[in-house]
Structures are given as C-alpha cells and as structure tokens.
C-alpha cells in the first residue's frame, strides 16, 4: 500500500501565481519580487511565523531560476552534511550552474555552524536562503546577519485563509460548510497555512461529511497551543506593556488573555505588571506597586482560577493610574553619571569618622544633621562630589501624588 501524502505537500505552490499571502513582498515595486523575477538573486533570511510560506517560496524561487537546488534542515543536518552541499555546489559551479541552499529552522544552528556559511556565500559558491520563526536579531550571529537580507512574513489573513480552505475542499471532493464552520476552521488555525490544510484533511480521513459542529470540534480539541517563549511571546508581553503605559485596561485585559489562553505562566505576566508599576507609574501613584505585589500573593494563594482576576485587577488598577516615568528616567540619568565619574572621592562631610586619624582628617566635619535642623531639612547642604557639583535627577511630573511631590521638592530644592 503507498505511503499517503500529505495535503499540505500536495497543495503546496509551484509558482508565485498559486501563492497566497504575503503581499507585502510580492508586489512589483518590491526589490524581492524584483530579484526573483529578474533571475538576480541573493542570500537571505526569511522570517516569519510557521506556515507563513517560507519553504514554498524558497522552492519556487529554486524553479525559477532554475539553478542547482538543495536543503538542509537544522533539525537533522549538520557540519557533514553542509560539506557535502559544497562539493555538489563546485562541480555544478564547473557546468555554469548557481547553487541555491535552502536551510530551514537555520537558528537552530549553532554559532560554529553558522560561521560555516560565511567563506561560500562571500565567494558566490552559494545562495543561502534561511528560513526562521525566531528573530534574527537574537538568534543569527552578527557575522552572518550582516551578509543577508532579511524578509519579513506575515501570518495570513482571514481572508487568504478562505482562499485556501476553498481550495483544499475542493481537492478534497468535500462539501463547503458554512460560513460559521469555515470561520471556526480558520480561527483555529491561527494565520498558519499548514495547519489549515492539515485541518481540512483531518476532517475528510475522519469521513465527517457533511461537516458539522460537533464533529469539527471533537476534531480541534487537541489543538497545540501557539504559546511559546520565542519572538512572538515577547511581542504578546510588548503590547500587553504598552496597553497599560497607554491607559487602555481593554488592551491590556486583551492582551493577558491571549498569553493565558496560550498557555503562559501568570506569573510572567505577575512579573511584569510589576516592573510597570514601577517604570511607567512610579510616584504618581505608589499604590500600584503595593497592588500588584498583592496580586501576585492571591494568586499563590489560592491558585490560577481565582489569582488570576486578582491579576486582571491590580492589569485594570495600573492602566487607569497615574503614569510617570520620572523615577524611571531619574535613575538612569543618575546610572550614567555614576558610570562617567567611579573615580570621584566621597566628600569628607558625607563621610564617617570611625577613626581618631580620619576624625583628625576632617571626615565628618561640617555635617548637618537633618533632624537638628527647622523641618528636619539642612538647607545648603551639598551632597554631589564638589568636582560634579549639585545635580537634578528627579523632576516630578504633573500628574497623582508627584503633584504634592513636586510642591515639596520646589520648596526644599529652594526654587
């Protein structure tokens, strides 16, 4: 009996006609398109979510210049294998043919076999062409990043979606469902071509016809959550950040929910919700850190179901407080004061004198003590390094608590 193929690899396009997704890229006046159409090709990255076209159109760029193809997979491959790719690519060099090398998952590569690349690209022996879930930025060494172009690709849309649901029905000899179904279908795909396809062909080996709901659900129970901790998490955890900064408790409360449902650790999102309260609320309203803070204890306390609306209160509590950065900026200014000046002595009035010499010396003379002054403040006391002299880190903004903040620091700051 053969071996069945899989839809996905039936279904998968032969030319940039039969293509969907990705216009981005594909249109004339892009210098991608323009390379591909004018045979003129060059090494690159491919980067973008998974069934977004990547391995397709790395093929269909192979037939259409119709050089010498070949792929390795990071998964499987290694330094024995790339060897083997460059002696093929010699002798096809011999007979005018270019090689085009087509590595999927290549962050997948560590550092040494990355640099592998490097001698046969620069010498034209090969056309690499890299495809990655990952952010390039982080997981392609800078040696080799600085030789390719790197393309961006986008999870499909609804509606490119529909275009290739209609197309695997129709391959399938299976009856079109409904509007509700078809969106279910393609919810549940999450912008993934391949796991589209895989769908539909689940539903005719399971003989489901006509394709209801109950079955279609039994069918996507099993879903595999899209979570993970790669680039596409972290921009989740961006927007769920900016969303709060921007006062928007709806896209904040939005963006939780995604990661939860994906399957995140609340306790990530717990983490966070911390460092805001401190870098974008800070002193306009120092409940926020406490809130949270206690947040966090519910849900270790009694657990996901409930800790996690406490969660969701304290995510509302700081979209809608007071926002200053004032601390935030306060700090790294005074960060990279002190990194510009490690040499500078501490003033000998800010000093103690635990010795008789150093008492002698002068350590300690001329303090003030704050609480033995009117208001328990020592005006004209300086505490800078004399070669600095005074400096003004923390400037209140004019917003919660940092109002009454900066009325007190105007009268002690003598302004």
């Known amino acids: 009996m053969p071996n069945h193929r899989p839809l996905a690899e039936t279904l998968r396009p032969k030319s940039l006609d039969d293509f969907f997704g990705q216009s981005q890229l594909l249109n004339t006046q892009h210098p991608f398109r323009q390379a591909i159409d004018s045979h003129r090709l060059h090494s690159m990255i491919l980067w973008g979510p998974s069934g977004t076209g990547k391995t397709t159109l790395a093929r269909i760029i192979a037939s259409q210049v119709k050089g010498h193809f070949e792929q390795l997979s990071a998964v499987l491959d290694g330094v024995k294998e790339l060897r083997a790719v460059v002696e093929n690519a010699k002798k096809f060099q011999q007979i005018g043919k270019q090689t085009l090398l087509f ?15 490097l001698p046969h690209i620069e010498s034209g022996l090969l056309v690499l062409i890299g495809a990655t879930t990952e952010n390039p930025s982080f997981e392609i060494n800078k040696a080799l990043l600085s030789r390719l172009s790197v393309y961006t690709l986008n999870a499909l849309n609804i509606q490119e979606l529909e275009q290739i ?3 695997a029905f129709k391959h399938e000899s299976l009856t079109l469902p409904d509007e509700a179904l078809r969106m279910q279908i393609i919810s549940a795909s999450n912008g993934d071509a391949r796991r589209l396809i895989n769908i539909v062909e689940q539903v005719f080996l399971s003989g489901s016809t006509p394709l209801k709901t109950e079955s ?3 069918l996507l129970q099993s879903k595999i959550s899209t979570f993970d901790k790669g680039d596409i998490f972290y921009q989740q955890l961006s927007a769920f950040h900016k969303s709060i900064r921007g006062s928007s408790p709806d896209g904040a409360l939005y963006w939780m929910a995604r990661m939860l449902v994906a399957g995140c650790d609340a306790k990530t999102i717990a983490r966070r919700l911390l460092a805001i309260a401190s870098e974008d609320i800070g002193n306009a309203d120092p409940r ?6 206690n947040a966090w204890d519910i849900f270790a306390r009694v657990g996901a179901k409930e800790g996690n609306r406490a969660i969701a209160q304290a995510v509302v509590y700081c979209a809608v407080a007071p926002k200053s950065n004032a601390v935030y900026k306060a700090f790294n200014q005074a960060m990279a004061e002190a990194k510009a000046t490690p040499g500078l002595p501490v003033p000998k009035h800010l000093c103690n004198a635990p010795t008789q010499l150093m008492d002698e010396l002068g350590y300690g003379k001329r303090y003030r003590y704050a609480h033995d002054e009117s208001d328990a403040f020592a005006r004209g006391q300086t505490y800078f390094p004399s070669e600095l002299g005074e400096q003004t880190y923390y400037q ?5 608590l940092e109002i009454k903040i900066g009325e007190k620091l105007k009268q002690l700051r003598g302004l």
């Not at 590595?103 to 997948?108: A, F, T, W």
């Not at 926020?288 to 803070?293: D, G, H, K, S, V």
């Not at 209140?396 to 919660?400: D, E, H």
């Open 103 to 117: 590595v999927d998952e290549i962050h997948r590569f560590n550092k040494a076999q990355q640099d592998g690349f």
């Open 165 to 167: 649901l209609q197309r």
């Open 216 to 218: 279609l659900n039994q």
């Open 288 to 293: 926020a850190l406490e809130i949270t803070l």
């Open 396 to 400: 209140p903004r004019n917003r919660g």
